[in-house]
């Protein structure tokens, strides 16, 4: 049965996704540990599966009108999906990951971070076109394995929290490719790349029984129509505002969490 509760923070979630590329697992984890008391395991197994989903809609949309840098995409996948299969491998064999006591804690810094990249990813952007322009042939050397290690550091954080693939890996990309990234390129850049990684580390909890399906059918009827509407704004609309206001809502989160 239908949760209507589930469904309405899935479309929340949607919505934002939709318009920024960012927000799945940083604002829905949260929502599920604070507002709904889920586990964490439980809340990152289903969650992990629900972020692949819904952003599987909307990297269709996006995809189609050649919005997507498979280039930078591969390399990000080189560095996160072996690092998540190993997580993955961990949770498989004995599951000492729903032991760890410090995993709530873990997500509250994670979202903290999370915030505080999309607080500052002006300023984040402003130094990477310097250092562009200063020394072009230099930055086009570093840019391949730092961007493999950038998705290393997503895989690592996604298999565990759940959190990152998007707000992370946007302001990474940001950084890392400050005048080739374009807004609807890095939405669509973004969420092409957290779809296989959300499924490589979500497959360890999936064996594990981890996996709340009556929750993720809630969550995803609400997703699922949010992130088409809000991937069609965000090609008339500028998602920066909303990023500010999300990564507000997220300081309070991981406060909260942490506390």
Known sequence: MIDLAYSAAGALTGLVVGLTGVGGGALMTPILLLVFGVSPTTAIATDLWFAAITKLVGAKLHDNHGQVDWQVVKRLWSG???????VVIIVAVGNPIGKVEWLTKAIGIVVLI??????????????????????????????????????????LCVALTSVGAGALGSVMLLFLYPLRMTPHRLVATDIV??????MAAGIGYLFAGMVDWKMLASLLVGSVPAIIVGSLLSRKVSGRWLQVLLALVLVAAGVKTLA
């Not at 996160?80 to 190993?86: H, I």
């Not at 790349?193 to 959300?198: D, F, G, Q, S, T």
């Open 80 to 86: 996160s999906l072996p690092v998540a299969v190993l």
């Open 114 to 155: 999370t915030a505080a990249g999309l607080l500052f990813a002006p300023k984040l952007l402003a130094m990477a076109r310097e250092r562009r322009l200063h020394d072009p042939d230099k930055f086009h050397r570093i840019q391949p394995p730092l961007t493999v290690a950038a998705g290393a550091a997503l895989g």
């Open 193 to 198: 790349h957290a779809i296989p990684l959300a």
